[in-house]
């Protein structure tokens, strides 16, 4: 199969579809690579690189996505992006589609199969390229918590671990999974008063173990998770619903409650955010203030640590890619859960989540060639 990575266009955006060391994978097994000069340039992956790999360059994405058969990518597609599919493209990359209507109607327009990294599952129903990013995400956000709390960046001026004498800040995290257990770990290791809130209590019970009784555990009842929202110096936004839009948990009425200064990280964004007040930010303006209370809502944290990020996200993806790269539509027969990934096929929109998000009925995903 042809395999084409583009340059990740979004704003502050450098990481890559694949590494050098995945091409020269995927080029042994008789397929053809093409990568867009400069696409792993920001994060030392030189054009040179991907040469010695096996691939070949492309100077434009017009280019990039006219040689492809299969488009692999690291965030959704921007409207130059889905101007340039087709419909013999299979596209497999973060969607986020229950959160942005209008790209997918756009991408659907586009008859191409569009496969979503964030609703792939394994055999244990766990989500395998949301994992990595997700670990990634989870630490960066009690990092920058930490960080917004400094009074030239707006927050109230706390020390996130405090000093002997002085107590620590509050960090609350809304959901147990894998970007919350991240996030405690940091807040936790920076010396914070750490509580984890999750509908789940086996899930609650997991994590008071994990951490050996460093934090405090919270079933997910509302008139006390509104109570510790208002007594925390950090929230962090940490539920999933995969595939579907976030709930809001914080309201807009409950910030003027919170103490000036205090801060919002909604790591769930992507999918439209857990807050009532959340909109998207980037890296290059992170953060905005309502009603005294700071937010950091950058759709695409993992960028501003992309070689990291895409190492593991590669690791992840790329035994997918070898069996999409031989036969989309056979790979997708064989594997219930990579088929669960499949967002839109033969111009329809096909995955549940999304189309519940849009109140849209159910529509049977065709495997077609």
Known sequence: MKIAVPTEIKVAEKRVGLTPAAVSTLVSQGHELFIQAGAGEAIGYTDQDYLAAGASLRPTAKEIFEAGEMIVKVKEPQPSEVAMLKPHHTLFTYLHLAADRELTDTLVATGCRAIAYETVRNGAGQLPLLAPMSQVAGRMASQ?????????????????GGVPGVAPAKV????????????????????ADVTIVDAKLDRLAQLDQ???GRIKTQAAVSSLVDQLVLDSDVVIGAVLIPG???????????????????????????????FETSKPTTHTDPTYVVDGVLHYCV?????????TSTEALVAATLPYVE??????????????GLAQGLSVADYKLVCP???AAFGLGLEEARLSA
């Open 323 to 336: 069996r999409l790269a031989k036969d989309p539509v056979t790979a997708m027969k064989a594997d219930a």
């Open 172 to 191: 609350l995290v809304l959901g147990g999974g894998v970007v919350g257990t991240e996030a405690a770990r940091i807040a936790v290791g920076l010396g």
């Open 353 to 355: 989540e999304v189309r």
């Open 299 to 307: 759709a695409n944290m993992p960028g501003a640590v992309a070689r």
């Open 244 to 274: 579907a839009k976030a709930p809001k948990l914080v309201r807009r009425e409950q910030l003027s409650q919170m103490r000036p200064g205090s801060v919002l990280v909604d790591v769930a964004i992507d999918q439209g955010g857990c």
């Open 210 to 212: 994990l951490f050996n």
């Open 144 to 160: 920058v918590a930490a960080e917004s709390l400094m009074l030239h960046r707006g927050g109230c001026g706390k020390l996130m």
